[in-house]
């Protein structure tokens, strides 16, 4: 059985006070009812620490929403693992796809910050999606793959990686993925990890549904063989709808 995993994403939201005290909201009405599923939230990096503080001694997980793939060094305005380390993340996000769509994120770059999230000893969050004219064109399917494929590139254990699927053209558009669309495409990647890795690391990764999940369909999309989980962005902004996200996985 594979324990589900929801991660709030607040993007480029919240000043550090803002930060603090959303996560502290999140904590506080999530109480110690989340034991059956992970939690986590991703504030900017600014607020890392005071997040991280705010949430010591809850079940609540601090996760960065990038990082570099060199140790240091010049490198202006990028963060490397080591100081997401030490300032408590045990999960980055990586390849998201304002990531890739944005600031020129591609297979090679997400494979090469994968790699070093799991030499620093974190997890990574290893986000796919195909944009409106892949789905409508039917290439999804080996946008898909192929996103998959790259960004695991000579990663030789995948047991410290989660997959999130997200497709483009649901993110922060309203326009979720109905429960059956994600279903395939979760059943796609699971089925690629098995050619990669094998059935029993297929049957245990984590795969994450993200676009537009909110309170009203996290239980619909939850409750699909293959969707373990989710990656929110907009509706973590308010804990309580994160937090309803989060029990409906739990
Ligand atoms: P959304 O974003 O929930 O606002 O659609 C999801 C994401 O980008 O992770």
Known sequence: MRRKIVVGNWK???????????????????????SACEAGIAPTYPALDAVGCTIKGSEVLLVAQNCHYEDDGAYTGEVSTGMLKAVGCSYVIIGHSERRQYFGETDATVNLRIKKVLAAGMKAILCVGETLDERESGAFEAVVSSQVTGGLQGVVDIS?????????????TGRTASSEQAQEVHKIIRNKVA???????????????GGSVKPSNAAELFAMPDIDGGLIGGAALKAEDFVAIVKAAC
Do not use: F, H
């Open 12 to 34: 480029m939201n919240k000043t550090v006070a803002e930060s603090a005290e959303l996560a502290s909201a999140v904590v506080a009405a999530l109480g110690n009812d989340c």
């Open 160 to 172: 410290d990686i989660v997959i999130a699927y997200e497709p483009v053209w649901a993110i922060g």
């Open 195 to 209: 050619e990669l890795y094998g059935a029993a690391a297929a049957e245990a990764v984590r795969i994450q549904y």
